[in-house]
């Protein structure tokens, strides 16, 4: 990826009409790329918002905008709150002055710092009044933090109490765009009542909040779970964040089902413990004697230089390898939403890492009949589950199904049983399943043994046999389909071995 070099131009305002509308450009199922259009820009998504402390800088806003082209970054006003030093510039001037960044600003409102440090000190309206004070461009309301070992009753306490808070932090917040993030902790049922609630409202942006402490412990099947069962009860025109999320690996997945936004202060503080991002996990630079992957950061120099450096300088170097592989892998994320290939892609990625892998084959699989079925053969059985809740949530799956279209350009490649799990195909299947008819009662005659195009290959034979009462099938890699459709997709093209 090449980066930019010079000073690039400030953006420049939306149409005063359009503030705060999202447009959806491109679609790849459930995926989408979109457009936010704010007062200093038109966000571009799915993006990253780099997280930025204003006390602690490893690199400038300044920078993000002028080389790394980034549009939007999030910064958190009740450490800006907090400080009185820092305070007095943001209301003096404001707060694209104090970090020195013309792009889109975002700010969270304390809530991360709550289930950090305890309670925070401020009001639910009065952060609200203060960030829009500051000039930011989407402000946060104080929602309540639900921790993932915190009780039912808890968890729904904090739902309602968020909910509640919704109507007095908008009428507060004024023409001021506003976030209006979804709790629920790990209870599906109280996700999805946070989404039906706090949906009823007109936020701006909806963030799926208390996910930090889930991806931690990299419970990423709970996390596709929490994905589901939100976004498809929150309305398509409203872009969805990922609150906390900036870990590479898991863009695919999350981008595959509709998120739209992901920030992480993750580059900056990986880096300080000599951890390195990539699109397959974690790596530790004190094991390294190769780089995983060149970026502009590490060109020409080697682990054990960049080991050898004084800390604040080998920080920096790390985080800019980290914030340019995070950029790198939503780019990708992008192209293949253009492509018709996110489903793919995230496909690919579940082989990185087992806990990944985990949660996306639970996407993909059905519930166990009973607790009588063998769950320990393979890995998809393996991801079935048994009891009250079990596999995919139906209709959460149904929801991501629906969005697929099913003719698409260009061949199907195969990527072993994974394939057949690709919800366009799921789809293609369901749909040949339901809606097509045998015209013939007699014989059935199957072609099998040879790749496409079948037509050009034993057209002839079948030219001889039509007229007769036979129903010619071809057997393909993902099912028999009637010879009248053997030169559809997904069926006609597919990429594998013969």
């Not at 507060?172 to 506003?178: N, P, R, V």
């Not at 699109?279 to 390294?288: D, L």
């Not at 034993?458 to 389909?481: A, C, F, N, Y």
């Amino acid at each position: 990826m090449k980066w930019l070099d010079g000073r690039r131009p400030d953006p420049k305002p939306c149409r005063e009409k359009d503030l705060g509308r999202f447009e959806i450009t491109i679609r790849d199922g459930q995926a989408r790329l979109g457009k936010l259009h704010t007062a200093h820009g038109v966000l571009e998504t799915p993006c990253l918002l780099p997280v930025i402390n204003p006390n602690i800088r490893t690199i400038e806003p300044r920078e993000m905008w002028d080389k790394y082209g980034i549009q939007a970054l999030i910064t958190n006003s009740y450490v800006i709150w907090k400080h009185d030093h820092l305070k007095e510039v943001a209301l003096e001037k404001n707060v694209h002055e104090l970090i020195d960044y013309p792009g889109i600003i975002m700010t969270d409102s304390g809530t991360f710092q709550s289930y950090i440090y305890g309670d925070v000190e401020v009001g639910v309206e009065e952060i609200v009044e203060f960030q829009k004070n500051i000039g930011v461009d989407i402000a946060t309301m104080l929602d309540v933090f639900s921790r993932p070992d915190m009780t039912y009753s808890q968890v729904e306490d904090a739902v309602d109490e968020t909910i509640k808070r919704a109507a007095p932090s908008l009428e507060t917040a004024g023409s001021t765009m506003l976030n209006g993030p979804i709790q629920g902790g790990i209870f599906p049922e109280l996700r999805a009542k946070s989404a039906i609630g706090m949906s009823k409202f007109d936020f701006t942006v909806h963030p799926i909040g208390g996910i930090v402490p889930i991806m931690e412990q990299q419970r990423y099947k709970d996390l596709a779970k929490i994905m589901l069962v939100c976004k498809s009860r929150l309305k398509p025109s409203k872009p969805v964040h990922m609150f906390g999320c900036g870990h590479p690996m898991l863009f695919p997945m999350l981008v595959a089902m509709g998120a739209d936004l992901f920030d992480s202060a993750a580059y900056a503080l990986f880096a300080r413990d000599g951890r390195l991002l990539t699109p397959w996990g974690t790596e530790k630079i004190a094991e390294m004697t190769e780089w995983p992957m060149i970026t502009p950061a590490i060109s020409g120099v080697t682990p054990a230089e960049v080991r050898a450096l004084p800390k604040s300088e080998r920080t920096e170097i790390l985080a800019r390898f980290n914030l340019e592989i995070t950029l790198q892998e939503l780019s990708r994320c992008r192209q293949a939403v253009r492509d018709g290939t996110i489903w793919r892609l995230a496909e690919r990625r579940s082989h990185e890492h087992s806990a990944l892998r985990e949660a996306f084959l639970w996407l993909v699989t059905n519930p166990a009949k009973s607790s009588m079925e063998p769950i320990i053969l393979d890995d998809i059985s393996a991801s079935k589950e048994i009891g009250e809740q079990k596999g995919r949530w139906e209709e959460n799956w149904e929801w991501l199904l629906n969005a697929q279209y099913t003719p698409r350009n260009g061949c199907e490649t195969w990527g072993g049983i994974d394939t057949h799990h690709r919800p366009h195909i799921v789809m293609a299947r369901r749909r040949l399943f339901t809606r097509w008819r045998s015209t013939s009662p007699g014989d059935v005659l199957v072609l099998h043994g040879a790749p496409a195009p079948w037509r050009t290959k034993v057209g002839d034979l079948i030219e001889r046999l039509v007229s007769q009462d036979i129903e010619i099938m071809v057997l393909t890699p993902l099912g028999l389909i009637p010879w009248s459709l053997e030169d559809l997709n997904p069926w006609a093209q597919i990429e594998g071995p013969d």
